[in-house]
């Protein structure tokens, strides 16, 4: 295994658990953990996004480029993630079962329209 493969495995675990983590301590009731888990999952995107730049790094590109293309990738990516994350909420914190699945589809569809999006049609 490489060396650039072994550290962003070992950043997004470390990241993705910790993220997961703070959503749980964020979510859970009988957890009474609102503040520190907004801290812990904040923490954990942060371990992510870090691993993009790190990541990027190691294979000697510059560490993000924007342009046009890419901003309106990243938002529709933020948006699908957004509704996917609301359609969450509906089932697990309002007990709203139907509403939320229904919601949370879209959220997956517009995240699967991302694909063609970003590689482009051939």
């Known amino acids: 295994m490489k060396k650039k493969n072994f550290v962003t495995l070992i950043m997004c675990v470390v990241g993705g658990i910790l993220f997961a983590l703070g959503m749980c301590m964020a979510l859970l009731p009988e957890w009474d953990a609102m503040t520190p888990g907004i801290v812990v999952g904040a923490v954990g995107a942060a371990v992510l996004l870090a691993t993009v730049i790190v990541r ?16 309106g990738t990243v938002l529709f990516g933020i ?35 991302l694909i063609p999006l970003c590689k482009g049609l051939k």
């Open 56 to 71: 990027r790094k190691m294979d000697g590109k510059r560490a993000v480029v924007f342009n046009g293309k890419t901003v």
């Open 79 to 113: 948006l699908g993630a957004v509704v996917f994350g609301v359609g969450m909420c509906l089932v697990m914190v309002w007990d709203m079962m139907i509403p939320g699945i229904a919601v949370g589809i879209v959220g997956i569809v517009l995240l699967l329209c």
